[in-house]
Nanobody, 116 residues
Framework: QVQLVESGGGLVQPGGSLRLSCAAS????????MGWYRQVPGKLRELVAT???????DTADSVKDRFTISRDSPKNTVYLQMNSLKPEDTATYYC??????????WGQGTQVTVSS
């Protein structure tokens, strides 16, 4: 079983930057895809960005020019560099992992608030 722990969230002013980190432990050698989703109360959880072990990426159109996902496989860690943050980026950000058998894991989430 994979355990995911997020860090790096917080309060930032519009136009600012944050870097989220997610460290995986447990059966991390079986992870294929890692990435980030976000959710606002009353709305569905939505894709932010993911990266597969082979390097392919999937990034939401709303953030692709501002956010960058990266992965350090030996450290079992995925990052999300968030630049030019907007108030509409305010959400709980959840780390995600998909193993090679098709099983998903989720972190508990880290809050990102963009406000002046």
């Amino acid at each position: 079983q994979v355990q995911l722990v997020e860090s790096g969230g917080g309060l930032v002013q519009p136009g600012g930057s944050l870097r989220l980190s997610c460290a995986a432990s447990g059966s991390s050698s079986s992870i294929n895809v890692m990435g980030w989703y976000r959710q606002v109360p009353g709305k569905l959880r939505e894709l932010v960005a993911t990266v597969a072990r082979a390097g392919s990426r999937d990034t939401a159109d709303s953030v692709k020019d501002r956010f960058t996902i990266s992965r350090d496989s030996p450290k079992n860690t995925v990052y999300l560099q968030m630049n030019s943050l907007k108030p509409e980026d305010t959400a709980t950000y959840y780390c995600y992992a998909l193993n090679m058998n098709g099983l998903s894991s989720w972190g508990q989430g880290t809050q990102v608030t963009v406000s002046s």
